[in-house]
């Protein structure tokens, strides 16, 4: 049986997304293979009023969707640092979630640290060991870029080692 999860890491200016594609053994229970189906970011432009920048996430997530066709979309929860940025991921965020809705997909959150946690082992660790660990779980040569690219699909990993 197989099974997309789409990762989204959330931002006004770039949004990152990362899908992978699981597929369990009939044979084997245990048994679980894992494929990078995409990546990328949307991007917005700075000087795009907002009102343009959120139409420009609501229709590329809508195309992305329809794209990929995930069964499940994981996104990483807000990290609160600096109180601009937050409101501006957050507007963002309620796009997204807009979007999802429409399209009646389910989804998860996790946080920065759950994300690390689950790829790491350790819930504190930096952002180079998380983007290492998905690198080897997807059995890639190299780093996927840009980082919210390769956030992204941490955030879609974590939420297949959570099933």
Known sequence: MEKRILGLDPGLAILGF????????????????????DFGVIRTSADAEM???LCTLFDDLHALIEELQPDLVA????FFYRMSSTIL??????????VLGQRRLPYVEFTPAQ?????????????????????RELNLDEIPKPDDAADALAVALTALYQM
């Not at 996104?75 to 807000?78: F, H, P, R």
């Not at 991921?89 to 807009?98: D, E, K, S, W």
């Open 51 to 53: 009102g343009q920048r």
């Open 18 to 37: 990362g899908a992978i594609t699981c597929t369990q053994s009939s044979t084997k229970i245990q048994h679980t293979t894992v494929d990078l189906l």
């Open 75 to 78: 996104i990483e929860k807000l």
């Open 115 to 135: 994300i690390k946690q689950a790829l790491t082992g350790y819930g504190n660790a930096d952002k180079a060991e998380v983007q290492e660990a998905v690198a």
């Open 89 to 98: 991921v957050a507007q963002a965020r309620g796009v997204l979630i807009l």
